[in-house]
């Protein structure tokens, strides 16, 4: 007598086979493509021409074309001649520029995140008239109040110092309206709740508990307050009046202007200076952005999909 073997059948206890779906096809949009290489080349094409220009000298700049290299490059003899020009004044200019911008960074994203958790997680009379007041100066330009601040920065002596560049920086109204959006979802209330009851303090509760869960938002605050220190440009030209102090843009800006007008210590050789200097300054925001890449991309997407 043969014997079949049946399947067991499918019950409640017995799991189905998974069902596989096929993966949807990827649409391709033509129109879409083309735009999206219109903006990549919109935003690599003054980087080639960068990279390309600095290996040139004065001669070649004019001479050459400017998307292709020159026959005799001279990229680390262009590099050499900026560090040298001046005494070496072009150090002075990029460790003034990462001072500025290092605690200018700091200090903003720490005052944005602390402002966005208290707007997020409490509630106090005219929070809503405060907050619509910090939305509403994210509308007013950075050049519109340079001259008030210059006023009342030079009532209160601090003009041509450091903090004259640093003190401004430190407000960022976006950063704090990023991080009150980032902070309603990223810190739960119950938590906070159960260090409440475990004895926790306000500020403990801050700087223990909610600031670490608010990091990929700050990271992405600081590197924002980052390149906007790094690339100002009409703050310290009016705040500044001893070279020592200038950062990158105001100094670089200096010697454009004597290589045109033919100044004190102008030379036919500072344009390619210029130049070198422009692509040295943007290559520590290049390295910023690579190191903390993943962190100011999930921070970008803060508020965005609600749990």
């Known amino acids: 007598m043969t014997t079949t073997l049946r399947p067991p059948p499918v ?20 129109p879409l493509t083309i735009a999206m290489l219109a903006a990549l080349a919109y935003f690599l094409l003054p980087l080639c021409w960068l990279l390309i220009a600095s290996t040139k000298s004065t001669q070649d700049l004019f001479d050459s074309f400017g998307l292709w290299f020159s026959h005799a490059p001279q990229l680390l003899t262009n590099i050499q001649a900026t560090f040298t020009q001046d005494d070496g004044v072009f150090v002075h200019w990029l460790l003034n520029t990462v001072l500025y911008a290092v605690v200018s960074a700091l200090g903003a994203a720490l005052l944005a995140a602390a402002a966005g958790y208290g707007f997020a997680k409490f509630r106090f009379r005219g929070d809503r008239f405060a907050f619509n007041l910090v939305l509403g100066a994210i509308m007013v330009p950075a050049t519109a109040l340079a001259i008030p601040t210059y006023l009342l920065f030079a009532k209160a002596g601090l003009v041509n110092t450091p903090w004259a560049v640093i003190l401004p920086s430190l407000v960022n109204p976006f950063g704090l309206y990023l991080m009150r959006v980032y902070a309603a979802d990223a810190v739960p209330d119950s938590l906070l709740e159960a260090a409440r009851i475990d004895g926790a303090g306000e500020a403990r509760i801050f700087f223990r508990i909610a600031l670490r869960l608010l990091a990929p938002g700050l990271v992405t605050v600081l590197l924002f307050t980052l390149v906007a220190t790094w690339n100002n440009y009409f703050l310290p030209l009016i705040m500044l009046n001893d070279p020592n102090l200038y950062p990158i843009t105001v100094g670089l800006s200096s010697w454009a202007a004597q290589a045109q007008n033919g100044g004190a210590g102008a030379s036919s050789d500072m344009l390619p200076l210029v130049v070198t200097g422009s692509l040295l300054s943007i290559v520590p925001l290049v390295i910023a952005f690579l190191v903390l890449q993943r962190y100011w991309q999930s921070g970008l997407a803060a508020g965005s999909v609600k749990q």
């Open 11 to 30: 019950t409640a206890q017995t799991p189905a086979a998974p069902v596989r779906h096929r993966p949807a096809a990827r649409r391709r949009s033509t």
